[in-house]
């Protein structure tokens, strides 16, 4: 299995790009969403772990569920979606 600063960087790289073509491919300008969401994609997968240590005795419980990654990606699309006025 990879380290996970090898994923991380694949993260990054394949959500930027990603990003960066359905900004062209819907007219708009490659602009730093896409920065972030390749940054959010290296950061994130790794949050479980950060907030619910090996040590501690409820380690992959509520952090590691599908309800909260549900609620990260919920508050990933509004951020993204997201429009000043």
Do not use: K
């Amino acid at each position: 299995m990879a380290c996970a600063s090898e994923l991380a960087a694949f993260n990054f790289v394949a959500v930027m790009t990603a990003t960066a073509a359905v900004q062209q491919h819907n007219g708009r300008p490659v602009e730093g969403a896409a920065l972030a969401m390749g940054t959010a994609a290296a950061l994130l997968p790794s949050l479980p772990d950060v907030l619910e240590p090996a040590i501690h005795p409820n380690h992959r419980r509520f952090f590691h569920s599908v309800t909260f990654a549900i609620a990260v990606g919920y508050g990933l699309h509004r951020a993204y979606s997201w429009e000043a006025q």
